[in-house]
């Protein structure tokens, strides 16, 4: 079947995906975690020919980290399906409920959004976590994974397909591309495709957007910042900037800008550079950084960088506003943090900065769909429109309106023969 | 000022718009409809350049009454202001609030989505609609309307940009795009404007989609569709069919295509035809309903077109499911009806066509925001995600997570030193 006939195809399965009961749902997920356990040893080899390919062609070792997908991480997706199939079925559900008139009654329902394309990277178990998200929130899924992991997203695809099918679910309701061509020929099919979720590189993220009319909830860049206010505890600081660079670099929610107010620089810069030191991070700085500690100086496309790496630019600021400007202007709308004791600095800091995730005296890695607790997460969204930070099931919703009447005509209310009565029976 | 220079002032005051009180922005629109009120010789007096204008380039008709905007009508956006004014505002609303563990606090927030670019057509009540609700939901706007009603845009702009920017709103928060130059660089603005609204045919909606990076809500053609079922009570379906079809002819929610189950048609077609002969309603037909009553022969391109006209093209089916096929591949994802007294038909249109409102018995032109009891309107979204249907203050809105702490770090979670705790404090 070429990616035409099988965007096709989840077109046509959506619709009955759409109506699918949750106990057919539930069933489908638990033959899924049942599939992947009796596969595992299969599994397991595919991902070893993955690796040892990558190791041939002298991949990245972060990139060969997120590969590994071993006898642990399979138990990790089986369970994170486990906790899938446990929760409430959102489809369905009456989000709005008002009497128009007498017997005209409006409703507003919770339904999948339709077929979603979702181009992600190397990690096999973004596939699972993905396709099982679609499966219980009624949407069919096209994906796409990193050409490193070919073998291993091939051999989960077909147990995912395999499972689903003979579970109830309609046929075609999951597709996997292979090429780059697939993905270059579904950004052209809106007629079949709902909304397309790109994670990857900013880059990436603005070539999709530039080339489909399809919608795009792009999971780009995080170049998240930490602002040191003059007000704050210097020992928090230093703590909660090493853990946001330091704890996992190589993800969007690493700290890669600190902005430091200028009365807080000299003794907290000092202390910072101690702890960043024992983890050799390259620390580059604005020339009042500089006068402070020792650091290679940064420049303006600095600000703009996202470096997945022991790199962390500095740069010393007078006020929280201008660190507030200096956010909305090179961040990336991903996740930005204020270190104050004053409540008013922090209050000023997440009201004004215009990013998905606003945070205050924390590190900028808690900004995760599994650490806010939404279980999966299809990734973390930079859009500003539909779903935004973390998206869990309720980012692949959408609603539809029901109107149930006797034979009413809109001719009748605008004579003014008849009046809506408007009363809310349940609320937005 | 040109056109780049106010969509970057109008992003720098939607940040500061975000932040605004909700007595603020009340007293805004109060100063709107005072404006409105103490200027309407004036803004008659625009209007009727508009309207002169417009005859001397012989207009249609349906577009010269959307384009009148007298005292009633002034009298009625005053009045959609002042309910708008007694309206909570969505602003900072706490949608979801967890707490991850001890003094570690996760709140979602409702907040405005930044900078909207609205392209409409010739009416200027839409004008004022749209920027009181971008008022209302703290978000900045660029406005560009029908070059028809540029006199009366330009007034009405004008009174709202005084009145607003008196009332302490920031400067710039409003603009209006005069020329299509305009338009055609907006579009390239992704830097300054966060969504796009464009209501106009499905080209133009697709245009905007196809040459721009911003994410668009189409507000683009109505094809919609009443399906009359073999279990339908004729007289109603006559009823409810013909004010689909004739109560207003040019708008997105009339009928446009009827559809007819076999067994129904015999009896009804005629009874329908009597109906609308009445409005001079052109009938086509598929070959089916040829045979039973006169009408011109419909082909393919009939069910794909939008007459916004006193036309209707018709199409004998032999199922439901047909009809729900039909509708499926041809509609646009706006309004669609069956007729039935059998609920479980009833139920199954509605589960499975894919529209933003699905009705039961009832006429399509009730598919709006007034109607639905939203108070004004954007307009009616055919996109599938983030608003769909009549769009009122809520489609203008997005979230931000804003998490609280005490210096938490993610080591100490991925080192097994602490657990979430993840306790629901509000729940979605």
């Known amino acids: 079947m070429n990616i035409y ?154 147990i995912i397909k395999k499972a689903t099918e003979e579970a109830g679910l309609p046929e075609g309701w999951i597709a996997l591309m292979e090429t780059r061509e697939d993905v270059n020929n579904i950004l052209k099919m809106d007629k079949y495709i709902d909304l397309l979720i790109p994670r990857g590189s900013n880059a990436f993220v603005s070539y999709i957007m530039k080339n489909s009319n399809i919608p795009v909830m792009g999971h780009a860049d995080g170049i998240c910042h930490t602002y040191v206010d003059k007000d704050a505890d210097i020992e928090l600081a230093v703590k909660v900037v090493t853990d946001s660079k330091v704890q996992y670099v190589a993800v969007c929610n690493a700290l890669e800008t600190l902005l430091v107010h200028k009365d807080a620089a000299p003794s907290f810069l000092p202390k910072l550079k101690d702890s960043l030191d024992k983890h050799q991070v390259i620390l580059k700085g604005c020339e009042e950084t500089r006068k402070i500690i020792e650091a290679e100086p940064a420049d303006e496309t600095d600000w703009a960088t996202e470096y997945l790496d022991y790199i962390l630019s ?85 609603y539809k309106y029901k109107l149930c009447g006797t034979g009413q005509i809109v001719a009748d209310y605008a004579t003014g023969k008849k009046h809506f009565t408007h009363k809310r029976i349940i609320s937005l």
């Open 314 to 398: 500095i740069k010393i600021v007078d006020s929280v506003k201008e660190a507030i400007e200096h956010i909305n202007e090179y961040g990336s709308g991903h996740t930005d943090c204020i270190v104050t004791m004053n409540q008013e600095a922090a209050d000023e800091f997440m009201m004004l900065v215009d990013s998905g995730n606003v945070f205050h005296n924390v590190s900028t890695r808690f900004s995760d769909g599994y650490r806010y607790g939404f279980g999966a997460e299809v990734g973390v969204s930079t859009s500003k429109i539909h779903a935004r930070g973390p998206v869990g099931i309720e980012g692949l919703l959408i």
């Open 5 to 158: 006939e099988s965007a096709k195809l989840a077109r046509e399965a959506s619709i009955q995906l759409a109506a699918i009961d949750s106990d057919t749902k539930n069933k489908a997920l638990k033959a899924i975690a049942k599939a992947l356990e009796s596969h595992k040893r299969e599994i397991e080899k595919a991902n070893t020919v993955d690796i040892q390919n990558s190791e041939q062609e002298q991949v990245a070792m972060p990139i060969l980290k997120r590969l590994k997908f071993d006898e642990n991480k399979i138990k990790d997706v089986i369970e994170g399906i486990e906790s899938l199939c446990g929760l409430e079925d959102p489809v369905g559900k009456v989000q709005l409920k008002t009497e128009l008139d007498e017997d005209l009654i409006l409703t507003r329902i919770a339904s999948p959004i339709g077929v979603i394309g979702v181009i992600f990277e190397s990690r096999p178990d973004a596939l699972v976590q993905i396709s099982t998200l679609c499966l219980k929130s009624g949407n069919a899924v096209l994906l796409k994974g990193g050409s490193e992991a070919k073998e291993t997203n091939k051999i989960l695809y077909e």
